[in-house]
């Protein structure tokens, strides 16, 4: 049995104000979603040379909410591999926000720890015609 521990990736990236989809500087929770599908794909060229395709989730939890500006950390890793599919773990975390202090914008705070912000896991497929790194 293939080890899959190897098959892990972490993207880390900052919410702007044009992710912000409602008042509040909210953020779409689908913005979280466009991140997992991000780190889907790093995970299918990391298992078989190929991009892939994302056929569906069977899990999505959104946990806590995003604001524009900050900073968000999406990890994946594959949980099982089958012929042509891989099924994936993902979790999104808050790691940095702003500190909101009046008159100085631009200050934020490293979160001491994480905020699980969502969960998901999906299955992704690769046709065997397609993988380039084989087993």
Same mark, same amino acid.
């Given at each position: 049995? =293939?080890?899959?521990?190897?098959?892990?990736?972490? !993207?880390?990236?900052?919410?702007?104000?044009?992710?912000?989809?409602? @008042?509040?500087?909210?953020?779409? &929770?689908? %913005?979280?979603?466009?991140?997992?599908?991000?780190?889907?794909?790093?995970?299918?060229?990391?298992?078989? &040379?190929?991009? &892939?395709?994302?056929?569906?989730?069977?899990?999505?939890?959104?946990?806590?909410?995003?604001?524009?500006?900050?900073?968000?950390? @999406?990890?994946?890793?594959?949980?099982?591999?089958? %012929?042509?599919?891989? %099924?994936? =773990?993902?979790?999104?975390? %808050?790691? !940095?926000?702003?500190?909101?202090?009046? &008159?100085?914008?631009? @200050?934020?705070?490293?979160?001491?720890?994480?905020?699980?912000?969502?969960?998901?896991?999906?299955?992704?497929?690769?046709?065997?015609?397609?993988?380039? !790194?084989?087993?």
């Amino acid at each position: 049995m =293939e080890d899959l521990s190897k098959y892990t990736s972490m !993207i880390r990236l900052r919410m702007g104000s044009h992710d912000a989809h409602y @008042a509040g500087d909210l953020v779409d &929770g689908a %913005k979280m979603l466009n991140l997992f599908g991000d780190v889907a794909t790093e995970l299918l060229i990391r298992s078989d &040379g190929d991009e &892939g395709l994302f056929v569906a989730y069977d899990n999505v939890q959104f946990m806590a909410p995003v604001f524009a500006g900050d900073y968000i950390e @999406a990890t994946g890793r594959i949980v099982s591999m089958g %012929k042509t599919s891989r %099924k994936m =773990e993902f979790e999104a975390r %808050k790691v !940095i926000s702003p500190a909101k202090i009046a &008159g100085q914008v631009s @200050a934020a705070d490293v979160l001491a720890e994480p905020v699980v912000v969502c969960k998901a896991s999906g299955t992704c497929v690769v046709p065997a015609d397609f993988q380039r !790194i084989k087993r």
